[in-house]
């Protein structure tokens, strides 16, 4: 009775692999077919003409593509599979870990400042990014020993970290890299066979090196207590397999740009099919990354193909991403329980005098305004304007100076009511994935066809920002609303966004620099209308919010205390997330999706002694204010005469600050 158990995973297996090997295979000879007949096939294989344009298309460009297709999918899966088994972790991947978007992110630096370089070590610029952006990961999560939670959500900020760099030297550069942004989305695309010669040159070295610690590895699934018991070279193993893993992703990604979630998703489908053992994993995760890339290219070829997108250039590997993201979202539920952020504790300094603090927070306030109107940078230097001078340029730059003012007070807002209601100091609009959600709402809009006017904009980011708060409510209903699992979702959300962002730009589609402008957060194109309706909502959340400071207090407690003490748990819960949803998408079209601002400003306002939900609220408002009027005022100095978005600024300067708070939570959790 056992052996027919045995057979059924493997059959299993065969026939997955089987199936997607087969409809690739039929898409292509259908591609193929479409250019060559049968005999002008074999024809182009062995002495193509070199007058026959469609010969070569299919010798020098198709079917190195397939070839490219098979190699980048397996040298992905088999990083997956080695990052999983050492961390223990079935989230990690080049993905989640932030290889890609750091060895993404030097490519970008070099692309700019050092283009000889790329020339001459494209792979090993690739591998350095990778390499600094895993340490950066290890890094945040050390302190809780590399937990699965803790590790995937350290890789997934700083993927969120240096996209937003990346995205940042991308407007400032826009021209300059439009190309490497196209190529960065995974473009698949061949001109002979040199670059899939080098790629598997490589692939094979790490599958070398891989067969070698094969049997090391297989220890690990004992834990580490057992692997030190049996003399295996803990750490020394974990890191070989490691720089294994970084190396195959920089030599992907060095070569054909970022596919992401194919290590994820290949190793995740060889457990499902049955493969428990590391030595099956290692075998079939491969074949299935493979097999996996290559139906989604076929697919994309066929899409392309069909004329849906005008360039002709959607990336395989924004595909690969969209299709990532869900399945990310269907593991994470079954993962094993971490503590939750609440109950280990975000160190926080003693109360202080609220009445101490608040005239503090008032002069910078004040400090900041002045900065914006009065100190400036010219062609002759810095100057500091008078009386005068400000009235005249008041006209000008009081639009912006509001709706940055605005955006912070609305983020503010909607991050102190998050935090409160689901009980997690690190919430905010920008990492739980709202903003993100929001901006997904204006994509969609803007690519059906609607007419981008305000108010059309705004209901549109509306609904895309209640969408996401209640697939986020399902979702962390199913999680227990575990801290750690929330900011999870938000993280991948926010992925989800940046690879639906890669697809549009790679369309060709002139509304991509609008969407450009909202995602960065630029108030420059901000009129006087647009900023003081968003200054009027700012006033209605300052107005209602503190009206329901007894239900907030009262939910963060629980749902059961605070149905004992009378509090219509539903409806009350309903309003606050509705007034959020408001608050943030206003925020959302001023200063775009991510800003950290949400999280920043509550924070400072509770260390500032602001304990109960009005007066934090209303401190942490202030502090928003402060923070995006900042940012603004920066943004204009920063790259005189251009101008870098306020949103971007913020996203800059709330990083390091969220780093801090990760790396301070997990000192106070050991």
Not at 542 to 557: D, Y
Request: charged share 10%; glycine share 10%; with cysteine.
């Amino acid at each position: 009775m056992s052996l027919p158990r045995q057979a059924a995973p493997r059959d299993t297996r065969w026939w997955v692999i089987g199936a997607m090997i087969a409809v690739s295979l039929l898409l292509a000879i259908l591609g193929i077919r479409a250019e060559l007949d049968g005999a002008s096939f074999w024809q182009a294989l062995s002495s193509p003409d070199p007058h026959n344009l469609r010969e070569i298309l299919v010798r020098d460009s198709m079917l190195p593509r397939i070839a490219m297709t098979l190699l980048c999918g397996g040298a992905l899966a088999l990083a997956g599979t080695l990052a999983q088994q050492v961390l223990r972790n079935p989230l990690a991947e080049p993905m989640t870990l932030g290889v890609f978007p750091g060895a993404y992110l030097a490519l970008i630096v070099a692309d700019l400042w050092g283009p000889s370089w790329l020339v001459a070590g494209r792979p090993v610029i690739a591998l350095a990014g990778g390499l600094l952006a895993m340490l950066a990961v290890f890094a945040l999560s050390a302190r809780q020993r590399m937990a699965p939670l803790a590790v995937v959500l350290s890789g997934m900020i700083v993927n969120l970290y240096c996209g937003a760099i990346s995205l940042a030297l991308s407007m400032a550069h826009f021209e300059l890299l439009r190309g490497l942004m196209i190529w960065g989305g995974g473009a698949l695309d061949q001109t002979g066979w040199h670059e899939s010669r080098m790629l598997g040159l490589a692939v094979l070295g790490c599958a070398i090196v891989t067969v070698l610690l094969r049997r090391p590895l297989g220890v690990f699934d004992a834990g580490d207590s057992t692997v030190r018991s049996l003399g295996v070279g803990l750490h020394r193993t974990r890191v070989v397999a490691l720089l294994v893993a970084v190396v195959l992703t920089a030599a992907v990604v060095s070569t054909v740009g970022v596919i992401g979630f194919v290590g994820l998703a290949a190793p995740t489908l060889a457990r499902l099919a049955g493969a428990r053992r590391l030595g099956q994993r290692l075998v079939w995760a491969p074949l299935l990354g493979a097999a996996l890339l290559w139906l989604t290219d076929e697919l994309v070829r066929v899409v392309s193909s069909a004329e849906l997108f005008s360039a002709h250039l959607l990336p395989t590997g924004t595909v690969t991403s969209l299709i990532g993201v869900p399945l990310l979202l269907f593991l994470l539920p079954r993962l094993r329980a971490q503590p939750d952020l609440h109950a280990a504790g975000i160190a926080a300094p003693a109360p202080a005098r609220l009445a101490r603090r608040l005239p503090l927070a008032l002069l910078a306030l004040v400090v900041v305004l002045a900065l914006s109107f009065g100190v400036t940078r010219t062609v002759d230097g810095w100057r500091i304007g008078d009386l005068e001078q400000i009235r005249a340029i008041m006209f000008w730059r009081l639009p912006h100076t509001v709706a940055a003012a605005a955006a912070g007070v609305l983020l503010a807002i909607g991050g102190t009511l998050i935090q409160r209601i689901t009980a997690n100091p690190m919430a905010s609009p920008d990492l739980l994935g709202v903003s993100s959600g929001g901006m997904l709402g204006l994509v969609v809009a803007l690519f059906m066809g609607v007419t981008p006017g305000p108010g059309m904009l705004f209901l549109s980011c509306l609904v895309g920002v209640v969408l996401t708060l209640a697939v986020l409510m399902w979702l962390g209903s199913r999680v227990a609303f575990a801290p750690e699992r929330l900011l999870l979702i938000g993280v991948a959300i926010s992925a989800l966004l940046q690879a639906v962002v890669s697809a549009m730009m790679s369309s060709g589609d002139s509304r991509v620099g609008l969407l450009l402008n909202f995602i960065v957060g630029s108030t420059y194109y901000v009129q006087a209308p647009i900023a003081y309706a968003a200054a009027v909502i700012a006033l209605l959340g300052l107005v209602c919010a503190p009206l329901m400071s007894r239900w907030i207090e009262t939910l963060g407690l629980g749902a059961g205390v605070a149905g004992g003490l009378g509090i219509p748990v539903g409806r009350a819960r309903l309003l606050i997330l509705l007034l959020a949803a408001v608050l943030t998408a206003a925020s959302t079209l001023l200063v775009g999706p991510l800003s950290f601002v949400g999280l920043i400003a509550p924070h400072i306002a509770r260390f500032s002694g602001a304990r109960r939900p009005a007066s934090q609220i209303l401190v942490a408002a202030m502090i928003g204010a402060l923070l995006m009027t900042f940012a603004e005022w920066l943004g204009r100095q920063l790259v005189f005469p251009e101008e870098v978005a306020s949103g971007l600024v913020a996203t800059l300067i709330g990083g390091p600050y969220l780093i801090a708070l990760m790396l301070r939570k997990t000192a106070t959790s050991t």
